[in-house]
């Protein structure tokens, strides 16, 4: 099975940061690599498919890039909804589908 | 506007069963495959199953291969996952989610959620 781990585990930003995070698989996957945010006490949300495609509705200051094994989701300038939690997950070799243990992001 | 409503969990005892389904509106449910995931309490999420929009490719997690069944009825717009044997490492909510990529791996709407709790 093909291991996701992200980086860091937890952060802390303000609102109008550039935030960065990064997701490392174990073995590499072209770009089959999505990206999803979650806030407390609801459903995970698709922000990024296929490593750098934005999913419809999703704002522009979200963006994905990388290929093979190291991939970042990057928020040009955060917002105060944006505050949550993100997960990656690799859709290359399946199954089993497997996702990162998420990175919280927090208020600073 | 496409819809996901899960139903079904609750309380359950090791070793019962419990039946979940996932009630679809607002697309072509016989085009799409369907994914069941869930998420323990305070945890990540894991993937549990996937089914082609015919029936005819199911996936299972090995935490639940011989246990879980997954189904659907293209008919009724329902997809279905009928839990038996059911562990404490179960509890979990669980979210159906609809495939955006016809692999079963990309997942563009997910439902609320139902809460499964496995406990004497």
């Known amino acids: 099975d093909i291991q996701m781990t992200q980086s860091p585990s937890s952060l802390s930003a303000s609102v109008g940061d550039r935030v960065t995070i990064t997701c490392r698989a174990s073995?590499?996957?072209?770009?089959?690599l999505n990206w999803y945010q979650q806030k407390p006490g609801k459903a995970p949300k698709l922000l990024i498919y296929?490593?750098?495609s934005l999913q419809s509705g999703v704002p522009s200051r979200f963006s994905g890039s990388g290929s093979g094994t190291d991939f970042t989701l990057t928020i040009s300038s955060l917002q105060p909804e944006d505050f949550a939690t993100y997960y990656c997950?690799?859709?290359?070799?399946?199954?089993?589908?497997?996702f990162g243990q998420g990175t919280r992001l927090e208020i600073k | 506007q496409v819809q996901l409503v899960e139903s079904g969990g609750g309380l359950v005892k090791p070793g019962g069963s419990l039946r979940l389904s996932c009630a679809a509106s607002g697309f072509t449910f016989s085009d799409y495959y369907m994914s069941w995931i869930r998420q323990a309490p305070g945890k990540g999420l894991e993937w549990v199953s996937y089914i082609s929009s015919s029936g005819s490719t199911i996936y299972y997690a090995d935490s639940v291969k011989g246990r879980f069944t997954i189904s659907r009825d293209n008919a009724k717009n329902s997809l279905y996952l009928q839990m038996n044997s059911l562990r404490a490492e179960d509890t979990a909510v669980y979210y159906c989610?609809?495939?955006?990529?016809?692999?079963?791996?990309?997942?563009?709407?997910w439902g609320q959620g139902t809460l499964v709790t496995v406990s004497s």
């Open positions: 073995q590499s996957i072209s770009s089959y």
């Open positions: 989610a609809r495939d955006l990529s016809a692999t079963g791996t990309t997942y563009d709407y």
């Open positions: 296929a490593a750098s």
């Open positions: 997950q690799q859709s290359y070799s399946t199954p089993p589908v497997t």
